[in-house]
């Protein structure tokens, strides 16, 4: 049965590489300060179901998505280019274009390192919300703040400056937010670090 | 940036309004805080209160000017009263440091 999709949602389609945590965080971050729930691949549990499906699932529910496709790179092991993220990106533009009334309604940021960088990969892509983070977690919690602020007309939303800066004291406390827990920053899955930036922001805004 | 949030939490006179940069403020009862903590952040054009449990739970009471935080769908294996505490207990510390 189709879902509507919850405008209060935010599908993440982001690489989950080591070396791109800091910008992932930052972005999850972001989308719970201003009011609004993350969800990605990593926080559906179901071992029965398949991945695609978890992924159409969360594309359907979810009215807005940030997808990145900085990692669209060649492997130096494979030399081949990583797709899931622009395949991600066109199941959710195809669920805007043909899905049900509701879903036309979807909204997505694309971000990238260098704002132009697509045109030589992924062209067709031209004329969505294409925007540069420059490999910077702030840069990004900016981007991410100012567009879903004009995708969603909501107001009251704080800025991207007092988002960054809650973001950075956020990182400062989780190494002892850690130590409280018995946990490694590092083992800590995609529902711990919603479940723990959640709470915090609550708080210690 | 400056802190938005009023913190009511217990203390030895019974339960105080605390808020970082200010003196803390004490009252006899819970109720007469959160009242307090209620009142101060309706001055502000962005505030929320909290109101702390001596347990280490903590309950966002009233959010002003700012977006309510969403809670995820799914709830962390740690556990939302242990990270809770722990949450509370860095910013009791930090407050008391303040």
Redesign the interface.
């Known amino acids: 049965m189709a879902r509507k999709p919850r405008p209060g949602e935010v599908f993440i389609n982001c690489p989950f590489d080591t070396s791109y945590k800091p910008i992932f965080d930052a972005i999850v971050f972001a989308v719970y300060d201003l009011g609004f729930v993350a969800r990605c691949a990593l926080d559906v549990d179901d071992a029965s179901q398949y991945r695609l499906d978890k992924i159409l699932e969360l594309i359907e529910r979810c009215r807005y998505g940030i997808h990145d496709i900085s990692f669209v790179a060649i492997d130096p092991n494979t030399g081949l280019p990583r797709f899931n993220m622009p395949m991600e990106l066109g199941l959710f533009l195809g669920c805007k274009r043909f899905g049900e009334a509701l879903q036309r309604t979807k909204g997505c940021l694309i971000l990238d390192t260098d704002r132009y960088r697509y045109r030589n990969f992924i062209s067709d892509v031209a004329g969505q919300d294409i925007h540069a983070h420059g490999g910077e977690p702030k840069k990004a919690i900016v981007e991410v703040r100012d567009w879903l602020s004009s995708a969603s007309s909501r107001r009251m939303l704080p800025g991207g400056q007092a988002i960054a800066e809650r973001y950075a004291k956020f990182r400062a406390e989780l190494f002892d937010l850690c130590a409280e827990l018995d946990r490694q920053e590092d083992s800590l899955t995609f529902t711990d670090l919603s479940e723990m930036i959640s709470l915090w922001l609550q708080a210690n805004r | 940036?400056t802190?938005?949030?009023f913190?009511v939490v217990p203390s030895k006179e019974g339960w105080a309004v605390k808020k970082a940069g200010k003196k803390a403020a004490t009252f006899s009862s819970q109720d007469k805080a959160v009242k307090a903590a209620r009142k101060s952040a309706k001055r502000e054009r962005?505030a929320?209160v909290?109101v702390h449990a001596p347990n280490g739970s903590?309950v966002?009471k009233e959010v002003r000017?700012?977006?309510?935080?969403?809670?995820?769908?799914?709830?962390?294996?740690?556990g939302?009263t242990?990270?809770?505490k722990?949450?509370?207990?860095?910013?009791k510390e930090r407050l008391e440091k303040a």
């Open positions: 940036m802190d938005k949030t913190h962005e929320q909290v903590f966002l000017g700012l977006p309510v935080v969403q809670k995820p769908p799914q709830r962390s294996s740690i939302t242990r990270i809770s722990a949450i509370s207990d860095i910013l």
